[in-house]
């Protein structure tokens, strides 16, 4: 069935990293491009980063720029996203998806960044 499922989310203080992780099924993952977006309280649904089907092609929104890394596994049908050096700022619900033909968003993963 069609399916995204991010996870890797959790609580972690400022300049903390974590890798975050969407596994897909049944949307073709290998022949999109993939993106990660981001939802903060009271704000509307954010881009953060896009991938290109053979990863590379990739952006990242200024706000991210030289702290994340986003990567692919075709093979595993699985996008990452490194977060290094986060902060306050950074928290949010974080999704992924197809970047030019979304689908149903899956749960998202929560990510909060606080001392």
């Known amino acids: 069935q069609v399916q995204l499922v991010e996870s890797g989310g959790g609580l972690v203080q400022p300049g903390g990293s974590l890798r975050l992780s969407c596994a897909a099924s049944g949307i073709g993952f290998s022949n999109y491009y993939m993106a990660w977006y981001r939802q903060a309280p009271g704000k509307q649904r954010a881009l953060v980063a896009e991938?290109?089907?053979?990863?590379?092609?990739?952006n990242y929104a200024d706000s991210v720029k030289g702290r994340f890394t986003i990567s692919r596994d075709n093979a595993k049908n699985t996008l990452y996203l490194q977060m290094n050096s986060l902060k306050p700022e950074d928290t949010a619900v974080y999704y992924c998806?197809?970047?030019?033909?979304?689908?149903?968003w899956g749960q998202g993963t929560q990510v909060t960044v606080s001392s």
């Open positions: 991938i290109s089907t053979g990863g590379t092609v990739i």
């Open positions: 998806n197809r970047r030019f033909a979304p689908i149903v």
